[in-house]
T-cell receptor, first 110, second 111 residues
Framework: EADIYQTPRYLVIGTGKKITLECSQT?????MYWYQQDPGMELHLIHY???????EKGDLSSESTVSRIRTEHFPLTLESARPSHTSQYLC?????????FGPGTRLTVL | GQNIDQPTEMTATEGAIVQINCTYQ??????LFWYQQHAGEAPTFLSY????GLEEKGRFSSFLSRSKGYSYLLLKELQMKDSASYLC????????????FGGGTRVLVKP
């Protein structure tokens, strides 16, 4: 069982607000990932990190930013939320190839 | 680029067997994953195939043929709780050893 946490689980927010989605894991995994998934659609990688102070953009362009100051923590920030950002955001971590997912944050921007 | 194909939807009866196919074209190949995802929830790891052949894990089995770029997930003795999406994902060097996910196959188990 993987120990990876995301907060908040649900967030409804107005356009233009700055938000930070939190992701933490207690397994000491070096690699962490952020995916975006619309209902019934495929997962798209938006950011990943292979260790502290290392972050890269994923395959899907995103207006969000990430930071990796501590191994266990990989927050995602949207400076100015828009309705097009409405989606589910899933965080994952891995040591080897197998990725373990957090419960996700469902974001709705009005 | 990486291309992964799997059927969009499948329907089966409780107690039956369902086989979910996945074909892939990738630049290099390290391994193939299957994940289960219930509606509104996060994906959970089911299996990881690196070598050709069948891996059995309880009611679920996963098969890989690297030469054919083909895998399947076999679900036996279907239960209602198996209704979910099943995601095929490939790990490839050309993608920086990250996972590339297919669109998922939604399996509906009927009584």
């Amino acid at each position: 069982e993987a120990d990876i946490y995301q907060t908040p689980r649900y967030l409804v927010i107005g356009t233009g607000k700055k938000i930070t989605l939190e992701c933490s894991q207690t397994m000491g995994h070096d690699k962490m990932y952020w995916y975006q998934q619309d209902p019934g659609m495929e997962l798209h990688l938006i950011h990943y990190s292979y260790g502290v102070n290392s972050t890269e953009k994923g395959d899907l362009s995103s207006e969000s930013t990430v930071s990796r100051i501590r191994t266990e923590h990989f927050p995602l920030t949207l400076e100015s939320a828009r309705p097009s950002h409405t989606s589910q955001y899933l965080c994952a971590s891995s040591r080897g190839a197998t990725q373990y997912f957090g419960p996700g944050t469902r974001l709705t921007v009005l | 680029g990486q291309n992964i194909d799997q059927p969009t939807e499948m329907t089966a009866t409780e107690g039956a067997i369902v086989q979910i196919n996945c074909t892939y074209q990738t630049s290099g190949f390290n391994g193939l994953f299957w994940y289960q995802q219930h509606a509104g929830e996060a994906p959970t790891f089911l299996s990881y195939n690196v070598l050709d052949g069948l891996e059995e894990k309880g009611r679920f089995s996963s098969f890989l043929s690297r030469s054919k770029g083909y895998s399947y997930l076999l679900l036996k003795e279907l239960q209602m709780k198996d209704s979910a999406s099943y995601l095929c994902a490939v790990e490839a060097p050309a993608a920086g050893n990250k996972l590339t996910f297919g669109g998922g196959t939604r399996v509906l188990v009927k009584p």
